[in-house]
């Protein structure tokens, strides 16, 4: 959401947020915003400084290649690859890739989708029951 915007307007945009949030709360137990309130502090990394990512396997698209990376926004089936992500460090990246190279030398690709379809079918199936409402 907001790697496309500079990360000053970043830190406005979220203390608008924080705000908007904290505001009625606040007014609520009797304390005025401006009183409490000491604004978003600026981080002293604002590029690579991520340290944790779940990647997932899936198709690019519906029916399309393999591969490794992040749920296509709005898209629960739908892979695109961030070997490019700016907020993880560069580390993550080069395994990325590197998995990502060594999948076409793997004979056994077609298992790999066979058990992930396998493994949804068998989810969708056991989905649990939600419990009835009173």
Not at 8 to 26: D, G, R, S
Not at 79 to 88: E, H, K, L, N, P
Not at 105 to 123: A, E, H
């Amino acid at each position: 959401m907001y790697q496309g915007v500079p990360y000053q307007e970043q830190l406005k945009i979220k203390e608008t947020q924080v705000k908007n949030l904290l505001a009625p709360v606040l007014l609520n137990a009797g304390y005025e915003l401006d009183e409490i309130f000491e604004g978003v502090k600026e981080s002293p990394r604002s590029l690579a400084y991520r340290n944790k990512m779940e990647f997932s396997f899936g198709d690019e698209v519906k029916d399309g290649p393999l591969s490794l990376g992040m749920h296509k926004r709005g898209s629960f089936h739908d892979i695109v690859t961030v070997d490019g992500c700016r907020i993880v460090d560069e580390d993550y990246s080069k395994i990325l890739r590197g998995v990502l190279d060594f999948l076409p030398s793997v004979r056994f690709l077609f298992i790999i989708k066979w058990v992930m379809w396998v493994i949804c079918v068998i989810c969708w199936y056991e989905k649990p029951s939600r419990p009835e409402r009173f």
